[in-house]
């Protein structure tokens, strides 16, 4: 009896021992990022941040090209503009931390159906509440960004990217406190 619980406890460190020493996943080209839905417990690992981002810029992007058109207050359109401006520029250093990190990480190249859908109903948002439905979903998106850049600045696992998590936070906060103060204002 002894002899068998012996066998079984060497057993049972080996896998612990295993389990312990196995090395993290990396990022392959041929990772889908999408192939899972990040949750925040695993929004540390770099594609899912990332994908998550550049769909964040995609977004504001796209929403704000909407907004040049269809917004006829110049404070709607000035901050349009300057997400276009801002949003273009963090996809930018978005590819450049993660050519910086070494990992090959494919960034979605089309909005997913949710983000998709959004563009759509503010293109076909009634014209009195547009301004409104915009800074509605410019609060909402940058603070989500903002939330998305905070916990892969304090628990990322890429530091390259997670640099510009760090770096790209105070700018998203200014963003969303802009956005705020714009959407106070159309009350």
């Known amino acids: 009896m002894t002899r068998k619980l012996l066998i079984a406890g060497c057993a049972v460190l080996a896998l612990s021992a295993a389990a312990c020493s196995k090395k993290p996943e990396t990022a392959t080209p041929d990772a889908n990022p999408a192939a ?43 901050f349009a ?26 960034l979605p190249e089309a909005l997913p159906q949710d983000k998709a859908d959004a563009v759509a109903d503010l293109q076909k948002a009634d014209a009195k509440d547009f301004d409104k439905k915009f800074m509605d979903a410019q609060v909402d998106g940058h603070q989500a960004a903002l939330d998305l850049m905070g916990r892969y600045g304090q628990d990322g696992t890429v530091q390259a990217i997670k640099d510009f998590a760090l770096k790209t936070g105070p700018v998203v906060q200014t963003h969303l406190d802009k956005a705020k103060a714009i959407k106070d204002a159309l009350k």
């Open 36 to 78: 899972t839905v990040p949750t925040p417990a695993n929004e540390a690992a770099a594609p899912d941040f990332a994908t998550k981002a550049a769909i964040s810029d995609m977004f504001e992007i796209a929403a704000s090209k909407v907004a040049l058109e269809r917004s006829t207050n110049k404070e709607v359109k000035a």
């Open 81 to 106: 503009q300057m997400m276009i401006d801002a949003h273009t520029a963090s996809t930018a250093d978005l590819k450049a931390a993660i050519a910086a990190s070494g990992l090959t990480i494919p």
